[in-house]
């Protein structure tokens, strides 16, 4: 994806940069370490997301008059936004991490 973005901004810019190949942005090294490296980013970036959108959206519900919990309601209800934001990383993260992840391999070198 970034080589085809390279491509085409060389190839506005520049006539004849497109004619040569584009620069092969280069991958980080050791693919066990890669994966590690890329689950935890994953989960570090989607809990945090996925947690503060939940955070929000609770504080702009109002409590129920009749049936709210109380404190205990509360606690519930962080601990189950908090196991939410972990199912919906397992399952999307990785769609919306990749280009992060791929500037942060890119820094990092």
């Known amino acids: 994806?970034?080589?085809?973005?390279?491509?085409?901004?060389?190839?506005?810019?520049?006539p004849s940069a497109a004619q040569s190949p584009p620069a092969k942005i280069p991958q980080w090294q050791g693919t066990a370490d890669n994966s590690e490296l890329r689950k935890a980013f994953d989960?570090?970036?989607?809990?945090?997301?996925?947690?503060?959108?939940?955070?929000?959206m609770r504080k702009t519900v109002g409590k129920p008059a009749y049936?709210?919990?109380?404190?205990?309601?509360e606690i519930f209800?962080?601990?189950?936004?908090?196991v939410l934001?972990?199912?919906v990383t397992e399952a999307s993260a990785d769609r919306f991490t990749g280009?992060?992840?791929?500037?942060?391999t890119l820094q990092r070198k």
Do not use: C, W, Y
Request: proline share 2%.
């Open 1 to 14: 994806m970034l080589n085809a973005i390279n491509a085409n901004l060389s190839a506005s810019i520049a």
């Open 43 to 56: 989960a570090f970036v989607g809990e945090t997301f996925f947690g503060q959108l939940l955070r929000s």
């Open 67 to 73: 049936f709210h919990g109380g404190r205990a309601e």
């Open 77 to 82: 209800q962080q601990q189950l936004d908090q």
């Open 85 to 87: 934001a972990q199912k």
């Open 99 to 104: 280009p992060m992840f791929e500037l942060f």
